[in-house]
């Protein structure tokens, strides 16, 4: 299992390769800009895009979509209640060809793509767990949680999902959508947004 993360937008957004190195089949996390740049470095790396990836459906994190979708063809996957995203916080950008739900499990290659459900910067919005990397959208950050102040955000469901990911066995690789990467120890050591809701 390989990673690459570029960074992408004008909110520095973070997109996720990932791959399976003996098939050589990807996912693209959150393409959250430049389709085309996208597009050349999976085939730089040799890769075939197997699936599209959204943690939410915020703009930040679909500016590449529709021109990474339209050059590979791959599918794109969204949660089913983020799917109706309000269209100010997409900028009409959003397109989706699969819907995903808590619990469901993708495949790429030999690796095995959790869904969890963690609703709170958005209704529908998921993390996604892949061995132990846990790609976090805005929902966990390196000290910090994601916004709750957008139309859909709600304070309580964050906390409840971060409470949720606080719960989750073992030391996670926690790979958010903006800003450096940390680790689910450390978060639950110093993020006083976890720290908070492991109390409840």
């Known amino acids: 299992m390989k990673l690459e993360t570029m960074v992408l937008g004008p909110l520095e ?5 990932l791959w399976d190195e003996q098939t050589m089949e990807a996912a693209v996390i959150d393409p959250g800009a430049s389709g085309q740049k996208i597009a050349d470095r999976l085939a730089q790396n040799g890769l075939m895009l197997r699936m599209i990836l959204l943690t939410h459906a915020h703009f930040d994190h679909i500016g590449g ?13 969204v949660s089913k209640i983020d799917s109706t995203d309000p269209a100010e ?18 495949t ?7 869904v969890i459900a ?9 993390c996604l767990l892949a061995g132990d990397w846990l790609f976090s959208g805005d929902t966990l950050f390196a000290g910090s949680c994601g916004r ?11 906390m409840a999902s971060l409470k949720k990911l606080g719960q989750l066995p073992g ?5 958010p959508g903006h800003m450096e990467e940390s680790t689910l120890d450390e978060e639950r050591q110093v993020n006083p947004w976890m720290r908070e809701a492991l109390k409840a």
């Open 13 to 17: 957004t973070n997109c996720y390769l």
């Open 65 to 77: 979509l529709q021109q990474l979708h339209e050059l590979t063809g791959a599918p794109v996957w």
């Open 89 to 106: 916080m997409t900028h009409g950008r959003l397109i989706f060809t699969n819907t995903y739900e808590d619990g469901d499990e993708l």
């Open 108 to 114: 790429l290659g030999h690796i095995k793509i959790h």
């Open 118 to 126: 963690t609703p709170g910067h958005t209704p529908g919005g998921v």
């Open 148 to 158: 709750t102040d957008f139309k859909g955000g709600d304070q309580q469901a964050m």
């Open 171 to 175: 030391n996670l690789r926690v790979l």
